[in-house]
Protein backbone atom coordinates (compact mmCIF):
# COMPACT_ATOMS: atom_id res chain seq x y z
CA UNK A 1 0.00 0.00 0.00
CA UNK A 2 1.26 3.60 -0.94
CA UNK A 3 -0.29 6.57 -0.13
CA UNK A 4 1.61 10.03 -1.56
CA UNK A 5 0.14 13.49 -0.51
CA UNK A 6 0.25 16.63 -2.65
CA UNK A 7 -1.45 20.11 -2.73
CA UNK A 8 0.25 21.90 0.74
CA UNK A 9 2.37 25.20 0.12
CA UNK A 10 2.31 28.78 1.94
CA UNK A 11 -1.25 30.76 2.10
CA UNK A 12 -2.41 33.41 3.80
CA UNK A 13 -4.71 33.55 6.49
CA UNK A 14 -8.21 33.26 5.71
CA UNK A 15 -7.37 31.51 2.06
CA UNK A 16 -7.72 27.88 1.05
CA UNK A 17 -5.86 24.77 -0.20
CA UNK A 18 -6.92 21.08 -1.11
CA UNK A 19 -4.69 18.68 -0.21
CA UNK A 20 -4.54 15.22 -2.27
CA UNK A 21 -3.62 11.91 -1.25
CA UNK A 22 -3.44 9.24 -4.10
CA UNK A 23 -3.79 5.64 -2.53
CA UNK A 24 -2.53 2.22 -4.27
CA UNK A 25 -2.40 -1.48 -3.17
CA UNK A 26 -5.53 -0.94 -0.88
CA UNK A 27 -7.00 -4.40 -1.46
CA UNK A 28 -9.81 -3.94 1.25
CA UNK A 29 -13.48 -3.26 0.27
CA UNK A 30 -13.52 -1.95 4.06
CA UNK A 31 -11.15 1.22 4.59
CA UNK A 32 -10.45 4.34 6.23
CA UNK A 33 -8.24 7.25 4.82
CA UNK A 34 -7.32 9.64 7.33
CA UNK A 35 -5.57 13.41 7.51
CA UNK A 36 -3.64 13.59 10.20
CA UNK A 37 -0.83 16.97 10.91
CA UNK A 38 1.87 17.69 13.22
CA UNK A 39 3.23 21.07 13.75
CA UNK A 40 6.85 21.64 14.88
CA UNK A 41 7.19 20.60 18.84
CA UNK A 42 3.25 19.15 18.82
CA UNK A 43 1.90 15.77 19.03
CA UNK A 44 0.13 14.28 16.02
CA UNK A 45 -2.92 15.50 15.60
CA UNK A 46 -6.16 13.53 13.81
CA UNK A 47 -7.84 16.33 11.35
CA UNK A 48 -10.47 14.10 9.75
CA UNK A 49 -11.30 10.83 7.96
CA UNK A 50 -13.54 9.21 5.55
CA UNK A 51 -14.47 5.55 5.53
CA UNK A 52 -15.34 4.05 1.98
CA UNK A 53 -17.57 1.35 3.69
CA UNK A 54 -20.52 3.68 4.36
CA UNK A 55 -18.93 6.73 3.46
CA UNK A 56 -18.78 8.15 6.88
CA UNK A 57 -17.14 11.24 7.55
CA UNK A 58 -15.44 12.37 10.84
CA UNK A 59 -13.69 16.06 11.65
CA UNK A 60 -11.67 17.39 14.28
CA UNK A 61 -13.47 20.16 16.45
CA UNK A 62 -10.71 22.85 15.30
CA UNK A 63 -11.22 22.00 11.16
CA UNK A 64 -15.43 21.43 11.87
CA UNK A 65 -16.78 24.09 9.32
CA UNK A 66 -13.40 24.68 7.36
CA UNK A 67 -12.51 21.30 6.13
CA UNK A 68 -14.23 19.24 3.81
CA UNK A 69 -12.74 15.28 3.14
CA UNK A 70 -14.15 13.38 -0.18
CA UNK A 71 -13.21 10.51 -2.10
CA UNK A 72 -13.49 9.91 -5.49
CA UNK A 73 -12.44 5.81 -5.32
CA UNK A 74 -12.44 5.61 -8.92
CA UNK A 75 -9.63 7.65 -9.34
CA UNK A 76 -7.94 6.38 -5.96
CA UNK A 77 -8.02 9.76 -4.48
CA UNK A 78 -8.75 11.07 -1.24
CA UNK A 79 -9.27 14.75 -0.70
CA UNK A 80 -9.44 17.55 2.01
CA UNK A 81 -10.55 20.75 0.95
CA UNK A 82 -9.07 23.36 3.99
CA UNK A 83 -10.75 26.81 3.55
CA UNK A 84 -10.40 29.86 6.44
CA UNK A 85 -7.61 28.68 7.16
CA UNK A 86 -5.81 30.29 9.97
CA UNK A 87 -1.83 30.02 11.31
CA UNK A 88 -2.71 27.32 13.89
CA UNK A 89 -3.40 24.73 11.00
CA UNK A 90 0.72 25.01 9.85
CA UNK A 91 1.80 21.50 10.10
CA UNK A 92 2.99 18.92 8.20
CA UNK A 93 -0.79 16.87 6.91
CA UNK A 94 -0.36 13.69 6.43
CA UNK A 95 -2.88 10.69 5.08
CA UNK A 96 -2.69 7.31 6.25
CA UNK A 97 -5.17 4.43 5.65
CA UNK A 98 -6.03 1.35 7.97
CA UNK A 99 -8.00 -1.83 7.05
CA UNK A 100 -11.41 -2.51 9.51
CA UNK A 101 -13.57 -5.31 10.15
CA UNK A 102 -16.15 -5.19 7.72
CA UNK A 103 -18.81 -2.77 9.31
CA UNK A 104 -16.27 0.64 9.50
CA UNK A 105 -13.52 1.30 11.94
CA UNK A 106 -14.41 2.29 15.32
CA UNK A 107 -11.77 5.11 16.52
CA UNK A 108 -10.95 7.07 13.31
CA UNK A 109 -8.58 9.10 15.42
CA UNK A 110 -6.78 6.68 16.92
CA UNK A 111 -3.07 7.46 14.58
CA UNK A 112 -1.94 4.08 16.33
CA UNK A 113 -4.38 2.36 14.23
CA UNK A 114 -3.66 3.29 10.90
CA UNK A 115 -0.79 0.78 9.59
CA UNK A 116 0.20 2.38 5.87
CA UNK A 117 1.10 6.32 6.03
CA UNK A 118 2.14 9.02 3.29
CA UNK A 119 5.16 11.29 4.08
CA UNK A 120 3.65 14.22 4.13
CA UNK A 121 3.28 17.12 2.82
CA UNK A 122 3.94 21.01 4.43
CA UNK A 123 1.20 23.57 5.12
CA UNK A 124 2.02 27.09 5.76
CA UNK A 125 -0.19 29.57 6.88
CA UNK A 126 0.87 32.72 7.43
CA UNK A 127 -0.65 35.48 9.44
Known amino acids: VQLVESGGGLVQAGGSLRLSCATSGITSNDYVVGWFRQAPGKEREAVSAIGNFDGATHYADSVTGRFTISADYAKNRVYLQMNSLKPEDTAVYSC?????????????????????WGQGTQVTVSS
Open 96 to 116: ATRYCSGYGCFGWWLASEYKY
